[in-house]
């Protein structure tokens, strides 16, 4: 036999067909597939899960580890049904996926979690013979290991994805792209779950620090090793003791090689795994987590962080990935930029000579703990998912409710949705930035809205995009869960036309028996009744939007881009108040760098929207001037308009980051954000790194690192960079950047470029300067402004110019470091200059004589 069944088991007979749906829903089985050789943090979630589950509520489980099933049969709790898959045999899948189906049949559960990519293989073994089943089929994606889920997910097409974090979904070509908004399944981020004990004991004086990891190739133990190698010679009495599982013996002779190479024996030691890391917890001093970005990494969630803060103790970890995110520098932890083994070391140094400031950090992260990731949290949000219901953050009534009288403000998020999982920029980033304004005022009442309805305009957002919206840690996911929460829509999925295939299954299961011949019957009749689709919910639908006198829409990123003057017109008709931040007229100064639809068309409805705002916010000085010479150029009066530029990305928000893979050697290299696309003038940086390359010495000839997307009229770059193989070394393009990592390379770069013909801003330069990094930037008045004037500003045409002055600051360090100078001078925007300044506009914060900003 290749599954066995554990006791302890009680049948269910389907009484919840006699219940309300929602009493239904919550009483049938649950069934949890968690099949995988290995045991980790996975596993160990649906320990953590089980005993928070009702009493009397069956659950069905499917496992494989002997450790997991170990620790299974010590749950003591009625109706848990274990089943021990032996994934020895390549039939396993098929098996398991068999006894799945008969289970399902006969229990009818509201729910089945797939939790490992071996368990998703099960889900699809069974719901390709069984209907409808793949609507309550949920999968926890874990990591970004998995390989060939492809097909097995297109199998699944209404399962819900889980993660513990956004940046599997953040991810480039993995499994982000299956998800809404831009894919088909519903994605929800639920973190993992921890048992915070009642009380722990403080680090005794002579504790030592601890690494829980598995001894895989992205896990740092090599990393580890050479701190430890450093610290053995300046600091001795330090102790380090490393415990995890060994599934590589090779590569765990190769740590321990490279350990005793550099001197780490004595302070470093390595042992097996351990069934309860509770005792070495409470003995600790600090965690380490030291996990990297390759061979499969970084990690996406990081189970020892939530662990050492529930036993109270601190953490140190390089900012890659998640504990790059999770982790508050100086508050709950210490974060290191990836692979700074001395920065590593000199952290545990730290800590071990300051044991007040690692209780500090334990208490700030214990605190932590227990408000996000304890157990008591998040299973009852888990279950509440599992059971048919909407993704539910924080109390169900979060914030005051509106203040009677106060104007109703509709948020335009369409770039957010359109953008989807990918890491906001430019005017994404503002959107992002001015919904966490706008968080900060529950009095008021508000809606999030996006381009799209019938007649060109507006329309509310449906349940499903706000349950998209309210995944992300930010503005946008406050607004988007309050209004979540004030609206309760029906349920994601319509529980009857499940509950009536799988109930017409299962009484065909009843009838055929056990009998082979009875068998093949039913599955004939199976194949003949099944239906190939299964409904969605009104869930699926917006509200309508009802527009009334005294009601405000705020639209941050160029709305006139999909939607026509006399919708805005309209607006004004109805008593609504407009309100629109202005980035750029690009299109109407220079039409000649634009694509797309006819460019006096464009500009026509671009002008036509601006004017009939009733505020607008400019984000430059130079905006504001291209703003009155447009209406002037038309003959309309241009509406009140305040000055406020946007900060950014801010240092401080990720203090410590990860360098993009193959910048380890320490090559010199310069860096131009923004997306690729004609105005931005890559091609003459192209020309210009051709040059130097003939005349630079090789140690002095930077790499040109392009970060941004691809954007239009690029086929000339797409060549330059295709057919010219010797450039080939010197210039890296990296897309879709996640802050920490852009943020270390604006820290890391010997300087930044921004030749653009033409900007609104320059939200890259700002940036840049904020992270003490020069940059030489075009003459264009708005990128001037943008560097206050500090930085080289160069024709963009001009090729000899810039080839000067790129040039002389890879080879004259001194001239290097006095435009180094000159950055520390730079003062920039405050973060909330921008937000406040549409908030004010929006009638939310009042103008104060300080607020006021002169065009």
């Not at 051709?690 to 970060?707: I, K, M, Q, S, Y």
């Not at 852009?742 to 900007?759: D, G, I, K, M, N």
């Not at 075009?778 to 040039?807: F, K, N, Q, T, V």
Request: charged share 25%.
């Amino acid at each position: 036999m290749l599954l066995r069944s554990a006791g302890r088991s009680r049948r269910f007979t389907g009484r919840g067909a006699e219940l309300s749906s929602d009493a239904a829903r919550s009483q049938r089985p649950l069934v949890i597939v968690s099949v995988a050789t290995g045991y980790g943090g996975a596993e160990r979630n649906i320990e953590i899960l089980l005993p928070h589950v009702p009493a009397g509520r069956t659950v069905v489980v499917f496992a494989c580890n002997p450790y997991h099933l170990e620790r299974l049969h010590r749950i003591d709790r009625p109706g848990l049904e274990i089943h021990a898959v032996d994934a020895a045999h390549d039939s396993f899948v098929r098996d398991a996926g068999r006894l799945l189906m008969q289970r399902c049949l006969a229990l009818r559960p509201s729910a089945i979690l797939g939790n490992t990519l071996d368990s998703l293989r099960i889900l699809v073994h069974a719901a390709r013979r069984l209907p409808g089943l793949d609507a309550r089929c949920f999968v926890f994606v874990h990591d970004f290991l998995w390989r060939d889920y492809e097909p097995l997910l297109a199998s699944l097409p209404r399962a819900t994805l889980l993660v513990p974090d956004r940046s599997v979904l953040e991810k480039p070509d993995y499994v982000g792209r299956f998800v809404r908004p831009h894919g088909a399944l519903r994605a929800l981020v639920v973190p993992n779950p921890v048992d915070v004990p009642g009380a722990t004991p403080e680090a005794a004086p002579g504790a030592g620090f601890l690494h829980l990891a598995t001894v895989n190739g992205f896990k740092g133990h090599v990393h580890l090793a050479r701190a430890a190698g450093r610290l053995r010679k300046s600091r001795p009495e330090i102790a380090i003791a490393s415990y995890g599982h060994r599934p590589s013996p090779e590569l765990y002779r190769e740590i321990v090689r490279q350990a005793e190479e550099v001197g780490a024996t004595g302070t470093l030691t390595l042992h097996d795994h351990v069934a309860d890391p509770t005792p070495l917890l409470a003995k600790c001093r600090a965690v380490l987590v030291t996990s990297v970005s390759e061979h499969g990494g970084p990690e996406t969630f990081g189970r020892s962080i939530i662990e050492a803060w529930a036993h109270g103790r601190p953490v140190i970890a390089f900012a890659a990935g998640a504990p790059g995110r999770m982790i508050r520098h100086e508050v709950d932890g210490l974060l290191v930029d990836e692979k700074d083994v001395q920065g590593l070391a000199d952290a545990i140094a730290r800590l071990q000579q300051d044991p007040g400031l690692a209780r500090r950090l334990g208490r700030a992260g214990r605190e932590r703990a227990m408000r996000e990731f304890s157990s008591q949290i998040v299973a009852p949000m888990l279950l509440a998912v599992l059971d048919g219901g909407w993704l539910r953050r924080g109390p169900p009534a979060a914030g005051r409710p509106p203040s009677p009288g106060r104007a109703r403000v509709l948020f335009d998020v369409s770039l957010s949705l359109a953008g989807g999982w990918r890491t906001p920029v430019g005017m994404s980033r503002v959107e992002s930035d001015v919904a966490a304004e706008l968080a900060r005022h529950p009095e008021a009442d508000l809606h999030l809205v996006c381009r799209g309805a019938a007649d060109g305009g507006f329309r509310r957002l449906t349940p499903f995009e706000l349950e998209f919206l309210a995944n992300r840690d930010d503005g946008r996911g406050v607004l988007a869960a309050r209004e979540l929460a004030a609206w309760c829509p029906p349920p994601p999925w319509p529980e009857s036309t499940i509950a009536t295939q799988v109930a017409r299954f299962g009484a065909l299961h009843r009838l055929a028996g056990s009998s082979v011949l009875s068998a093949a019957r039913l599955r004939r009749a199976l194949r003949r009744r099944r239906s190939p689709t299964i409904h969605r919910s009104p869930a699926d639908v917006a509200p309508p939007l009802q527009v009334g006198s005294g009601d405000v829409l705020v639209s941050v990123t160029n709305p006139w881009d999909d939607v026509p003057a006399r919708v805005f017109q309209a607006l004004r008709d109805r008593g609504a108040r407009v309100v629109l931040v202005v980035h750029d007229l690009m299109v109407w100064e220079t039409p000649h760098w634009t694509a797309g639809r006819d460019p006096r068309d464009y500009s026509d409805n671009m002008l036509s929207v601006i004017a009939a705002a009733d505020r607008l916010v400019a984000v430059s000085r130079a905006t504001a001037a291209g703003v009155e010479r447009a209406m002037a150029s038309i003959g309309r009066q241009v509406p009140p308009m305040a000055v406020a530029r946007s900060a950014g990305l801010q240092p401080n928000a990720a203090p410590y980051g990860a360098a993009p893979a193959g910048f380890e050697g320490g090559r010199p290299f310069v860096v131009y954000c923004s997306t690729i696309e004609v105005r931005k003038n890559h091609i003459m940086l192209l020309h210009l790194w051709e040059r130097l390359r003939g005349v630079l010495p090789a140690d002095r000839l930077p790499v040109l690192v392009f970060v941004g997307r691809w954007g239009w009229c690029v086929d000339t770059v797409r060549l330059t960079i295709e057919r010219n193989w010797r450039l080939a070394p010197h210039l890296r393009i990296l897309e879709d950047v996640p802050d920490e990592t852009l943020l270390w390379l604006y820290r890391h770069a010997r300087f930044c470029v921004f030749p653009s013909f033409t900007e609104g801003f320059g939200l890259p330069v700002a940036e840049s300067l904020a992270a003490g990094t020069p940059v030489v930037v075009s003459d264009h008045p708005a990128l001037i402004e943008a560097s206050e004037g500090l930085m080289p500003a160069i024709d963009p045409s001009d090729l000899p110019a810039w080839h000067r002055e790129i040039e002389a600051l890879c080879l004259d360090d001194a001239r290097l470091a006095a435009l180094q100078q000159r950055a520390t001078q730079y003062r920039g925007a405050a973060p909330d200059e921008l937000p406040r300044a549409v908030a004010r506009a929006a009638g939310l914060v009042e103008t104060r004589c300080a607020d006021a900003v002169p065009v």
